[in-house]
């Protein structure tokens, strides 16, 4: 089971659990005939079961629509891309590459990063501290789909690629390794760069 399958199912588990642990509270209260603190306890045991039930259902994406946010990066073709954005993302993130949004809408650098997002392979990051965070948002003709790019100080550990949610972040929905990625970011920070700075 991936992990988003796995957090996505878990609240569901947990609240059934407390739903059947306050029901058999609830029926040793009125076989016992007692009530107090027993059934309070009870009743509250149900309501955060169905809270921490509810909130799970709410908050996590499916593990459909993880794979199809995911399937959507790797595999949209160029023609279907109308431009990728560079922002530096929320406030406090780790060294963003751009202070502004930067848009890269050239039909022969959207079909290299689309080359590069094709190739990309599923991984576990462990290098913990990145060069620098920029945060892309992809604008098909039909929706935006939202991943962060962070590669590596060291090189062997290569570019990831973090596909989240939605374009505030939210859920991480997997890591890919996309080397090269990073090159095309730059290149495209740095240019709008230097038009600045002209």
């Known amino acids: 089971m991936s992990k988003v399958a796995f957090f996505y199912f878990l609240p569901l588990i947990i609240g059934a659990i407390l739903l059947v642990v306050s029901l058999m509270l609830l029926k ?47 595999k949209t073709p160029p023609d279907r891309i109308e431009h990728f954005v560079i922002t530096a993302g929320r406030p406090g993130t780790y060294k963003p590459l751009v202070k502004s949004p930067v848009m890269i809408d050239d039909l022969a650098q959207i079909k290299r990063i689309t080359e590069i997002l094709h190739a990309a392979k599923p991984i576990t990051p462990d290098d913990p501290s990145p060069k620098w965070t920029a945060h892309v948002h992809m604008i098909t003709d039909k929706e935006t789909f939202t991943f962060i790019v962070t590669p590596a100080h060291d090189p062997r550990n290569g570019t990831i690629v973090t596909v989240t949610s939605s374009a505030s972040g939210g859920w991480n929905l997997g890591s890919l390794r996309a080397d090269g990625l990073e090159k095309i970011l730059e290149d495209a920070a740095s240019a709008v760069g230097k038009r600045r700075t002209d």
């Open 28 to 74: 040793r209260v009125s076989r016992d005939g007692t009530r107090g603190n027993l059934g309070c306890f009870a009743f509250a045991l149900m309501v955060a079961g169905g809270v921490v039930a509810l909130a799970g259902l709410i908050t996590a994406p499916t593990p459909w629509e993880r794979q199809r946010r995911i399937d959507a990066i790797l």
